[in-house]
Protein backbone atom coordinates (compact mmCIF):
# COMPACT_ATOMS: atom_id res chain seq x y z
CA UNK A 1 0.00 0.00 0.00
CA UNK A 2 2.96 2.23 0.26
CA UNK A 3 4.02 2.11 -2.65
CA UNK A 4 0.49 2.69 -4.30
CA UNK A 5 0.81 5.59 -1.83
CA UNK A 6 3.94 6.73 -2.69
CA UNK A 7 2.86 6.96 -6.68
CA UNK A 8 0.36 9.61 -5.78
CA UNK A 9 2.68 11.48 -2.84
CA UNK A 10 5.39 11.98 -4.80
CA UNK A 11 6.97 14.38 -2.24
CA UNK A 12 5.93 12.17 0.91
CA UNK A 13 8.74 10.04 2.73
CA UNK A 14 8.34 6.52 3.44
CA UNK A 15 9.37 3.99 6.27
CA UNK A 16 8.38 0.57 5.12
CA UNK A 17 8.96 -1.63 8.59
CA UNK A 18 8.26 -5.64 8.48
CA UNK A 19 10.35 -8.47 9.86
CA UNK A 20 13.59 -9.11 8.74
CA UNK A 21 13.05 -12.01 6.37
CA UNK A 22 10.20 -10.48 4.76
CA UNK A 23 11.36 -6.67 4.75
CA UNK A 24 14.29 -8.07 1.97
CA UNK A 25 12.11 -8.66 -0.67
CA UNK A 26 10.87 -5.22 -0.27
CA UNK A 27 13.81 -3.13 -2.34
CA UNK A 28 13.54 -5.77 -4.86
CA UNK A 29 10.06 -4.81 -5.49
CA UNK A 30 10.14 -0.86 -4.94
CA UNK A 31 13.46 -0.81 -7.48
CA UNK A 32 11.48 -2.32 -10.10
CA UNK A 33 8.23 -0.62 -9.70
CA UNK A 34 8.99 2.94 -8.03
CA UNK A 35 13.10 3.65 -9.06
CA UNK A 36 12.60 7.34 -8.80
CA UNK A 37 11.51 6.91 -4.97
CA UNK A 38 14.50 4.72 -3.85
CA UNK A 39 16.65 6.82 -6.12
CA UNK A 40 15.64 10.14 -4.34
CA UNK A 41 15.24 8.48 -1.21
CA UNK A 42 12.07 8.78 -0.22
CA UNK A 43 11.77 5.03 0.80
CA UNK A 44 13.80 3.45 3.96
CA UNK A 45 13.56 -0.43 4.77
CA UNK A 46 13.78 -0.50 8.46
CA UNK A 47 13.49 -4.12 10.00
CA UNK A 48 10.76 -3.90 13.10
CA UNK A 49 8.95 -6.32 15.32
CA UNK A 50 5.70 -4.48 16.21
CA UNK A 51 5.75 -6.15 19.83
CA UNK A 52 8.92 -3.70 20.78
CA UNK A 53 9.51 -0.14 21.07
CA UNK A 54 8.78 1.82 17.89
CA UNK A 55 12.33 3.50 16.94
CA UNK A 56 10.40 6.45 14.33
CA UNK A 57 9.10 8.86 16.84
CA UNK A 58 6.83 11.57 15.35
CA UNK A 59 5.56 10.40 12.28
CA UNK A 60 2.84 12.41 10.70
CA UNK A 61 1.32 8.86 10.19
CA UNK A 62 1.78 4.94 11.32
CA UNK A 63 -0.17 2.90 8.58
CA UNK A 64 -1.10 -0.37 9.92
CA UNK A 65 -2.99 -2.61 6.60
CA UNK A 66 -4.37 -5.73 7.44
CA UNK A 67 -2.16 -5.96 10.68
CA UNK A 68 -4.47 -5.63 13.63
CA UNK A 69 -7.57 -8.11 12.09
CA UNK A 70 -4.28 -10.78 12.70
CA UNK A 71 -4.13 -10.57 16.59
CA UNK A 72 -5.88 -11.07 19.52
CA UNK A 73 -7.24 -7.57 21.82
CA UNK A 74 -4.30 -8.11 23.95
CA UNK A 75 -1.38 -8.05 21.08
CA UNK A 76 -3.41 -5.31 19.28
CA UNK A 77 -3.19 -3.16 22.95
CA UNK A 78 0.69 -3.87 22.81
CA UNK A 79 1.34 -3.16 19.31
CA UNK A 80 -1.02 0.37 19.98
CA UNK A 81 0.82 1.17 22.65
CA UNK A 82 4.16 1.00 20.83
CA UNK A 83 3.17 3.47 18.66
CA UNK A 84 1.30 5.48 20.94
CA UNK A 85 4.70 6.28 23.08
CA UNK A 86 6.66 7.36 19.60
CA UNK A 87 3.74 9.21 19.05
CA UNK A 88 3.27 13.34 18.87
CA UNK A 89 0.45 15.22 19.20
CA UNK A 90 -0.15 15.42 15.58
CA UNK A 91 0.80 11.90 14.39
CA UNK A 92 -2.53 9.52 13.60
CA UNK A 93 -2.61 5.85 13.24
CA UNK A 94 -4.00 4.83 10.23
CA UNK A 95 -5.80 1.04 10.14
CA UNK A 96 -7.03 -0.55 7.28
CA UNK A 97 -9.03 -3.67 7.98
CA UNK A 98 -12.78 -4.72 6.98
CA UNK A 99 -14.75 -3.03 9.65
CA UNK A 100 -18.30 -5.21 10.59
CA UNK A 101 -21.23 -3.46 10.19
CA UNK A 102 -23.68 -4.78 12.84
CA UNK A 103 -27.05 -5.50 11.41
CA UNK A 104 -28.54 -3.07 13.16
CA UNK A 105 -26.81 -0.03 12.93
CA UNK A 106 -23.72 1.34 14.64
CA UNK A 107 -24.36 4.80 14.84
CA UNK A 108 -20.75 5.22 13.69
CA UNK A 109 -21.41 3.66 9.91
CA UNK A 110 -23.74 4.95 7.12
CA UNK A 111 -26.91 2.42 7.13
CA UNK A 112 -28.17 0.97 4.53
CA UNK A 113 -32.35 2.38 3.89
CA UNK A 114 -34.78 0.23 5.22
CA UNK A 115 -35.96 -2.46 4.38
CA UNK A 116 -32.46 -3.61 4.06
CA UNK A 117 -30.50 -4.24 7.30
CA UNK A 118 -28.04 -1.61 8.09
CA UNK A 119 -24.94 -3.11 6.84
CA UNK A 120 -27.10 -3.88 3.24
CA UNK A 121 -27.10 -7.57 3.79
CA UNK A 122 -25.26 -10.07 1.63
CA UNK A 123 -23.30 -7.15 -0.03
CA UNK A 124 -21.19 -7.33 3.64
CA UNK A 125 -20.66 -11.39 3.37
CA UNK A 126 -16.51 -10.88 2.37
CA UNK A 127 -16.06 -9.21 5.60
CA UNK A 128 -17.97 -11.91 8.27
CA UNK A 129 -16.32 -14.44 5.70
CA UNK A 130 -13.24 -13.15 6.35
CA UNK A 131 -13.77 -13.09 10.18
CA UNK A 132 -14.08 -16.64 10.04
CA UNK A 133 -10.92 -16.79 8.05
CA UNK A 134 -9.08 -15.02 9.74
CA UNK A 135 -10.36 -16.84 13.45
CA UNK A 136 -9.49 -20.41 12.02
CA UNK A 137 -6.25 -19.23 10.48
CA UNK A 138 -4.15 -16.57 12.82
CA UNK A 139 -7.13 -16.68 16.06
CA UNK A 140 -7.68 -13.18 15.05
CA UNK A 141 -10.82 -11.24 13.91
CA UNK A 142 -12.38 -7.98 12.19
CA UNK A 143 -13.92 -5.91 14.25
CA UNK A 144 -16.72 -3.81 14.72
CA UNK A 145 -16.53 0.38 14.91
CA UNK A 146 -17.66 -0.65 19.02
CA UNK A 147 -14.55 -3.03 19.50
CA UNK A 148 -12.52 -0.59 17.51
CA UNK A 149 -13.13 1.87 20.19
CA UNK A 150 -12.38 -0.19 23.06
CA UNK A 151 -9.11 -1.05 21.50
CA UNK A 152 -8.59 2.40 21.09
CA UNK A 153 -9.29 3.80 24.54
CA UNK A 154 -7.57 0.13 26.38
CA UNK A 155 -4.19 1.71 24.56
CA UNK A 156 -4.81 5.03 25.75
CA UNK A 157 -5.99 6.46 22.56
CA UNK A 158 -8.76 7.88 20.70
CA UNK A 159 -10.90 7.23 17.51
CA UNK A 160 -11.11 10.05 16.04
CA UNK A 161 -13.31 8.77 12.62
CA UNK A 162 -13.70 5.72 10.79
CA UNK A 163 -13.49 6.91 7.19
CA UNK A 164 -15.61 4.97 5.20
CA UNK A 165 -14.41 3.86 1.64
CA UNK A 166 -16.04 2.32 -1.19
CA UNK A 167 -15.03 -0.85 -0.42
CA UNK A 168 -15.63 -2.93 2.31
CA UNK A 169 -12.34 -2.36 3.76
CA UNK A 170 -12.13 1.12 6.24
CA UNK A 171 -9.06 3.52 7.16
CA UNK A 172 -9.81 3.72 10.95
CA UNK A 173 -7.64 7.30 12.22
CA UNK A 174 -6.76 6.87 15.66
CA UNK A 175 -4.75 9.85 17.62
CA UNK A 176 -3.69 10.74 20.87
CA UNK A 177 -6.16 11.88 23.80
CA UNK A 178 -6.77 15.82 23.51
CA UNK A 179 -5.18 16.80 26.83
CA UNK A 180 -7.55 18.72 29.34
C1 LIG B 1 -1.55 -9.72 6.48
S1 LIG B 1 0.12 -9.19 6.16
C2 LIG B 1 -0.18 -7.49 5.70
C3 LIG B 1 0.94 -6.95 4.90
C4 LIG B 1 0.70 -5.53 4.33
N1 LIG B 1 0.53 -4.56 5.39
C5 LIG B 1 -0.46 -5.52 3.40
O1 LIG B 1 -1.45 -4.85 3.65
O2 LIG B 1 -0.39 -6.21 2.39
C6 LIG B 1 0.77 -9.06 7.82
C7 LIG B 1 2.21 -8.58 7.84
O3 LIG B 1 2.63 -8.46 9.21
C8 LIG B 1 3.99 -8.85 9.28
N2 LIG B 1 4.32 -9.19 10.67
C9 LIG B 1 3.95 -10.30 11.36
N3 LIG B 1 4.43 -10.27 12.61
C10 LIG B 1 5.16 -9.12 12.71
C11 LIG B 1 5.90 -8.51 13.77
N4 LIG B 1 5.99 -9.09 14.98
N5 LIG B 1 6.49 -7.31 13.54
C12 LIG B 1 6.38 -6.72 12.32
N6 LIG B 1 5.69 -7.24 11.27
C13 LIG B 1 5.09 -8.43 11.47
C14 LIG B 1 4.07 -10.01 8.32
O4 LIG B 1 5.40 -10.31 7.94
C15 LIG B 1 3.20 -9.52 7.17
O5 LIG B 1 3.96 -8.80 6.23
Known sequence: MSLELARKLPNAK?????????????????????????????????????????AIKGAGAYLLRRILHDWSDENCIIILKHLKNAMTPSSRILIIDHVLHPTVESGQLKSAPPPLPANYGIAHMFSIMDDLDIMSLMNGMERTPDQLHGLAERAGLTVIKIWECRGSMHVIEMRLPEEH
Do not use: K, N, R
Open 14 to 54: FIVQDIDHVLQQAPAVWSQELPEAVQMGHVQFMPHDFFTAQ
